[in-house]
């Protein structure tokens, strides 16, 4: 069925270099997608969103791609730090399904000192 | 607080003995959302309130989950008869509308 997905379920990068994490959906009638930092014991922390009518959005060293032409998007973080390390989720808001959020798998991030 | 309350953190029972978990929305927040995590898992979506109507309530995975939520504001989510299958984390979150959610850090589930 239609769902939001991961590529990479563990993603390991040395402490100050750039961290890409992906996410491939398949539901074009998806309007709206977001970024969660999920750290052991803890609830999913909002980190950044972006609506279907733009391509890319900028926050504090953090980027969010999304191509809509391959339905894909992604999550850059720059300058990584040990800090970083967590399970990010990306979700997706279809529009024609109220507000409910639909979850990828997660991608652990593992930043090496 | 200025964050999603959930209690409790941890609760451990008895498979058949009915459970009750509490979440306290941001203040002024309108929608109050569940979701229930398994371990190493994604969020599964459970139920959605709007006010104090629940105009979602697809993901509830059976007939002994049931929600509510009064006020306005304080929402429960009540599992009769617990399984061991539903050991899980059991997530809240907030929003006002067209904002992001925001959650609380769960109620951790065990069932023996």
């Known amino acids: 069925g239609e769902s939001v997905g991961l590529h990479l379920p563990t993603l390991s990068v040395q402490e100050g270099d750039n961290s890409i994490i992906n996410c491939a959906y398949s539901?074009?009638?998806?309007?709206?997608f977001i970024w969660y930092k999920q750290e052991s014991g803890k609830g999913p922390q909002f980190i950044i969103d972006?609506?279907?009518?733009?391509d890319k959005r900028q926050g504090q060293r953090v980027t969010v791609l999304l191509n809509k032409t391959v339905k894909h998007l992604s999550l850059q973080i720059a300058a990584t730090q040990p800090g970083d390390s967590a399970v990010y989720f990306c979700?997706?808001?279809?529009?024609?399904?109220?507000?409910?959020?639909?979850f990828g798998g997660g991608t652990r991030l593992m930043v090496k000192p | 607080g200025a964050g999603v309350s959930q209690s409790p953190s941890n609760k451990v029972t008895e498979k058949g003995k009915d459970v009750e978990l509490r979440c306290d929305p941001i203040?002024?927040?309108?929608?109050l959302y569940w979701y229930r995590q398994s371990l190493g898992q994604g969020l599964e979506f459970l139920i959605y309130?709007?006010?104090?109507?629940?105009?979602?309530k697809s993901g509830l995975p059976s007939d002994r989950f049931s929600a509510e939520r009064t006020g306005g504001s304080v929402s429960t989510l009540t599992i009769q008869r617990t399984q061991q299958e539903d050991s899980a984390v059991y997530l809240c979150?907030?929003?006002?509308?067209?904002?992001?959610?925001?959650f609380g850090d769960g109620t951790r589930l065990s069932i023996l």
């Open positions: 979150a907030s929003s006002l509308n067209n904002q992001p959610q925001h």
């Open positions: 539901n074009s009638a998806s309007d709206y």
């Open positions: 972006i609506r279907s009518n733009m």
């Open positions: 979700a997706e808001k279809r529009n024609n399904a109220g507000n409910m959020l639909t």
């Open positions: 203040s002024g927040h309108t929608a």
């Open positions: 309130f709007q006010g104090n109507s629940a105009p979602d």
